[in-house]
């Protein structure tokens, strides 16, 4: 009975992940919260994931990579690579594989995507070169260099803290360096070669024309005794009809109306509406239209600017509405439209729920566009300025780092000692500040790895890893140990699709070593397999690298589908084949 109600559990969660109608971390917490109501687990048992050292190492190296952000030592290297590829399109492809890569081996592959999209996109435009032909080579590089080392991901963190809770030896600093290093090389060949070919090739547009926003707009003049004169512009009555108003004509100004802006009259004022409710507007006293067909100058003149901003992982705006978040307010800037994942929403933006990865049409004044390019929630696609580097903290950040994982490695201080250390010293050098340093903690990220790993212990305790494991041994046997590791391998890949990679790994791990028990194989060479399979899954763009670029890149699903898959079934034949050779069965 509590092994059938363990999996029921397992199968409600996976439905969850892929609707996304909750966040990662409440579900987590909703199961921990029905295995101790169930007592399949204790409290102690509930809990136990998140005091493990792992978590600790995670928390910590969120901190440093801030750090190195915020002085400027990444931006500094990309600004000075970037200078010395020049304009040459396959130096500039490879260059951004091999170097995310590079880094990604040491830092969440989420935040390097995040630091490259602005000044790749910048780039492209100066060579006049589609951005498409070089974001997605860019977030599989991301993706695939995090194999290489054990915080490269925190997969490979949460598997080896896993493996260290179920009685085996944790993960060495660089034990599957060698084979990670081999998967991230045949990913950049791959991607220099036959990915290459496939890569779409995007077509530069007037931003107007390019989310298609132009029949939605129009301009109305106020005729002398018009009811809207002296009116609020946004508790106006045309806003009441449904209609924003994004732009007023004031004599020879152009400006954005704020909260405080009055109608006066002779106003020409730039309103967006549904196209079948510009009848309204014709029909509304006291208003004359000017024009239904608008172009680009239009939205533009004087100190008024369009651009494109995308929202990055670091935003505090995900899951809120443009009108929650105040946008304008806050930002000084006014949402045209919204494209996401290849559609383009242009109608109730102020209702539209932000998400990761979602890329705004704005409007707004060029002081407040260049101040928001020192903002650590967005990124505008424009000329990559880099952060000023500050020489001595910045070298001070890279320094603790470099010394962390040489310390670690080697042994002379547990690896959750040593980062911790380095973060500690990153804050009390003021590298960071205190407050920037626990903002920049992924915490749901924590509470998932922590309660899956606790979610791991209830399969344990109700014998639910026992039974899957007798289950697929009994179905897989005659065909060989390879083929039932394979099988785990597919596993694992099939649920990096609705889940983390994280989850899916920490899902398949308990079955997983439990089948090599009963095999009597080697545990730590499926645990190792399904570690990086979690990491190679690169057929659709839901991980969070993949999703940064979709949007900039102006790809379509089929694009990651049909250049994805082919490498995901090379590397999932690579890690089959190569890690039984190096950790035999």
């Avoid at 260290?164 to 599957?176: I, N, Q, S, V």
């Avoid at 003149?301 to 995308?310: H, M, N, S, T, V």
């Amino acid at each position: 009975m509590e092994i059938a109600f363990v999996l029921i559990l397992l199968l409600v969660a996976i439905v969850l992940f892929a609707t996304e109608k909750l966040s990662v971390d409440i579900i987590t917490l909703l199961l921990l919260i029905a295995l101790t109501s169930t007592k399949i687990i204790s409290p102690e048992e509930a809990f136990d994931g998140f005091s493990s050292d792992f978590i600790i190492i995670l928390a910590s190296i969120f901190v440093i990579s801030a750090a190195l952000e915020d002085t400027g030592v990444l931006d500094f290297l990309v600004n000075w690579l970037i200078r010395k590829v020049g304009n040459k399109p396959n130096s500039l492809l490879l260059f951004i594989m091999v170097i995310p890569g590079l880094v990604s081996a040491f830092m969440n592959n989420t935040t390097v995507t995040a630091l490259f999209v602005t000044p790749i996109v910048g780039v492209a435009k100066k060579m006049q070169i589609s951005s498409s032909k070089f974001l997605m080579p860019l977030a599989y590089a991301s993706i695939l260099g995090g194999t290489c080392t054990l915080i490269g991901t925190s997969t490979n963190v949460a598997v080896s803290g896993y493996m260290a809770k179920a009685g085996y030896e944790p993960f060495g600093f660089f034990e599957f360096s060698g084979i990670g290093i081999i998967i991230f090389v045949v990913g950049v060949v791959y991607m220099m070669t036959i990915g290459k070919r496939m890569l779409p090739q995007g077509q530069t547009q007037a931003l107007t024309t390019k989310y298609n926003i132009k029949t939605y707009l129009t301009e109305v003049m106020i005729m002398p005794g018009s009811p809207l004169i002296g009116q609020v512009a946004f508790t106006s009555d045309l806003s009441k009809m449904g209609f924003r108003i994004l732009n007023i004509i004031r004599a020879k100004d152009n400006f954005l109306p704020d909260y405080r802006t009055r109608i006066r009259e002779k106003d020409v004022l730039l309103v967006e509406g549904e196209i079948n409710d510009l009848m309204k507007v014709k029909e509304t006293e006291g208003i004359e239209i000017v024009a239904d067909v608008i172009v680009e100058e239009d939205l533009v003149g004087g100190d008024i600017r369009l651009a494109e901003i995308l929202i990055t992982g670091k935003s505090d705006i995900i899951k809120r509405t443009v009108r929650e978040s105040d946008f304008l307010r806050r930002f000084g800037l006014v949402v045209l439209a919204i494209s996401r994942q290849g559609e383009t929403i242009r109608t109730k933006i102020g209702d539209v729920q932000l998400q990761l990865g979602d890329m705004l049409l704005v409007q707004g004044t060029a002081d407040r566009l260049e101040f928001l390019k020192s903002n650590q929630h967005l990124a505008v696609l424009d000329e990559f300025k880099p952060i000023l580097f500050k020489g001595r903290k910045g070298l001070l950040t890279l320094g603790f780092f470099v010394l962390a994982i040489l310390v670690g490695s080697v042994g002379l201080l547990p690896l959750s000692i040593s980062f911790m250390g380095a973060a500690v010293l990153a804050v009390l050098f003021k590298c960071i500040s205190t407050d920037r340093a626990y903002q920049v903690i992924d915490w749901r990220l924590l509470v998932l790895i922590g309660g899956m790993t606790a979610f791991g212990m209830a399969m344990q305790n109700t014998g639910a890893d026992k039974f899957l494991a007798e289950w697929i041994v009994r179905l897989l046997e005659p065909f060989g140990v390879i083929v039932i590791l394979g099988g785990f391998i597919l596993l694992t890949v099939f649920l990096t699709q609705p889940m983390s990679n994280a989850a899916a790994a920490l899902v398949v791990l308990p079955v997983a070593l439990q089948t090599a028990i009963q095999l009597d194989s080697n545990p730590r060479t499926f645990a190792i397999a399904i570690m990086l399979s979690a990491s190679v899954s690169l057929v659709t763009p839901f991980e969070p690298s993949c999703i940064l670029v979709y949007s900039p890149g102006k790809y379509k699903f089929s694009d990651f589908l049909k250049i994805g898959s082919g490498l995901t079934v090379i590397l999932m034949a690579i890690i089959l084949f190569l890690v039984p050779m190096f950790w035999p069965l």
